[in-house]
């Protein structure tokens, strides 16, 4: 038995994520292992380019080799009720031999920053090597490939939307595209792109000016690739994906192919970390045995089904309450390119402190009416640096709008810093001035509040927590707090009121997660706006209700779900 379950999970064909890989199965399975995915789960199909070529410019749908038939495949997921995407590289795949990419045009391997060849582990221990994307024959290569699978879609009518996708590795707190190279390819490119860039020549003795050449090189390629695709699979073209690969990164393809492998605690401080990016994550590449436990849960939980049909753009309507929890968090950070912006100012630190996981790092203000919707409740930090007239108009937009807004104004355009005076003349908007640690304004209009200070002074004092304490204080933020040790991990989740439960505002739910071997104790006050309702599914674990709120006892490997009733305020 214990056989048997094993060897289910154990699937390369369908690696987690909901993914598919069609070509690591004979076709005549594909059915059965079709009718293994949940029918309420849509099946995502990541397009490997390189296994559908009979040269670099002949392609081979199902005429050739069954194992190509994607026709067939279709028409397989339609009879089955299964909805499905496509998912088109637009860099190195690290699941895929080559990257991807075609025997034909697979001439030069990626190097990475570190100056070794770029290559990652499968679930099946297959060393997959990275090739250069700057080899001038692979982009005619996809090219073809690109008008080949257009006409191929476009002649069947097969209706899923489609995807570009970007991967990504995250080794020692960076996370990198599998785009990047340094190979000879590459130099070879970038010398070509110099002289026709700078017909009259430039000076490289400058490392940095020489790093953000090529990364606006390597720019610039990417978006060729893209472009191509948007343009040669309009009709079914639905926007890009960021997807971190686990497992990926060069430091562990060699610590993964070692019989301790990487740790539950190291794969789950990565996790959160995704978490706290805003990236969407991949196990593909990760073995049973290193998705087991803890971190099987986590991305079950807070990376599966329901975060991917929000990231997709696929949420059906939920009529169970129960059933439509969305990630909960306390901030967002718009620090645009300057990614450690806020942690030069203490906010990142405090936020660690004392809402840790609770808060988000954005690269763009996503401004639809949905997501200012579910948004509605944080509190947003822009780095006025970063702001475009577009993201500024944004930003003021979403203070009229009733929401807490805080701007560093140090690095502010001239342009914006009179547009922003302009805007607080002509709404006459209520507005105090504080002196405390750096100049601040506090505007008030309705429930809105936009609070406008200079970050330089908070730079370089070490006190500088003690202004963001002030700042939540005033904003009257109200969470349960959560004291935990480090090695515990805590997401926070909510849902709107059933029925039932209309004497309060919503519904949060927390998940603890004990990835270590040791014991360890979680402590939630609750401070009289929260009520504990019930715990859900403890595994080596067990909660009691006190006076104050709940303590928690976890065990090794113990995970358990609090749920916590949110009083009315008054």
Not at 139 to 159: E, I, M, N, R, Y
Request: contains cysteine.
């Amino acid at each position: 038995m214990a056989y048997l379950e094993s060897s289910k999970k154990f699937d390369p064909v369908r690696p987690g994520e909901q993914w598919f890989f069609y070509w690591k199965t004979s076709a005549a399975l594909w059915e059965t292992r079709i009718l293994q995915c949940p029918v309420h789960e849509v099946i995502f199909l990541p397009l490997y380019w390189g296994f559908h070529a009979e040269s670099s410019t002949e392609w081979d749908f199902g005429k050739v080799r069954p194992e190509r038939d994607l026709l067939r495949l279709t028409q397989l997921l339609t009879q089955h009720g299964r909805k499905f995407c496509w998912l088109l590289p637009l860099t190195p795949a690290p699941f895929m031999p080559n990257g991807g990419i075609p025997v034909s045009v697979a001439r030069v391997l990626s190097v990475g920053k570190s100056g070794v060849h770029l290559a990652a582990l499968d679930q099946e221990q297959n060393l997959n090597k990275m090739f250069s994307f700057f080899e001038p024959k692979v982009f005619p290569s996809f090219a073809s490939f690109l008008q080949a699978f257009g006409t191929f879609l476009g002649t069947h009518k097969v209706k899923a939307p489609l995807w570009g996708c970007q991967f990504f590795y995250s080794q020692d707190g960076e996370t990198s595209s599998f785009l990047g190279d340094s190979s000879l390819a590459f130099e070879q490119g970038f010398s070509r792109f110099l002289r026709k860039a700078h017909p009259e020549g430039t000076d490289l003795t400058d490392p940095r000016s020489e790093s953000e050449l090529k990364e606006r090189f390597t720019g610039e390629v990417g978006q060729l690739f893209s472009s191509a695709a948007e343009s040669a699979l309009g009709p079914f073209w639905a926007g890009h994906q960021r997807i971190v690969i686990l497992g990926a990164a060069p430091k562990e393809t060699i610590l993964r192919s070692l019989p301790t492998g990487k740790s539950q605690l190291e794969y789950t401080r990565d996790l959160f970390q995704h978490f706290v990016n805003g990236d969407q994550v991949s196990s593909a590449l990760l073995t049973p045995e290193e998705k087991k436990e803890s971190l099987q849960w986590i991305l079950s939980e807070h990376f599966g089904a329901r975060t991917l049909e929000l990231a997709y753009k696929l949420v059906p309507t939920v009529s169970n309450p129960d059933e439509d929890w969305r990630p909960y968090s306390v901030a967002d950070l718009y620090s645009g390119e300057h990614v450690d912006h806020f942690d030069k100012l203490g906010l990142r630190r405090f936020l660690y402190r004392n809402y840790r996981w609770l808060y988000q790092n954005r690269e763009s203000l996503e401004f639809t009416p949905e997501a200012i919707d579910q948004s509605q409740h944080k509190i947003k930090f822009f780095n006025g640096s970063s702001l475009t007239r577009t993201s500024f108009a944004q930003m003021l937009k979403l203070f009229m709008l009733g929401q807490r807004v805080l701007l560093d104004r140090s690095g502010l355009g001239e342009g914006h810093e009179k547009r922003l005076q302009l805007f607080l003349l002509e709404n006459s908007i209520r507005m105090q001035s504080v002196n405390f640690m750096t100049a601040t304004q506090i505007c008030e209009l309705g429930d809105g509040r936009l609070i406008i200070f200079d970050g330089a002074p908070l730079r370089e004092n070490p006190e500088r927590e003690k202004f963001w304490n002030h700042i939540f204080r005033y904003l009257s933020f109200v969470q349960p707090e959560v004291q935990m040790d480090d090695d515990v991990f805590g997401l926070w989740r909510i849902r709107p009121t059933a029925p039932h439960e209309l004497s309060y505002l919503d519904v949060r739910r927390v998940n603890l997660y004990n990835p270590t071997s040791y014991k360890k104790a979680v402590s939630i006050r609750t401070h009289r706006q929260f009520a504990f309702m019930k715990m859900i599914d403890p595994t080596r674990a067990t909660a009691r209700s006190t006076t104050d709120g709940v303590e928690v006892e976890l065990l090794p490997n113990g995970k358990i779900a609090l749920d916590f009733g949110h009083y009315e305020e008054t």
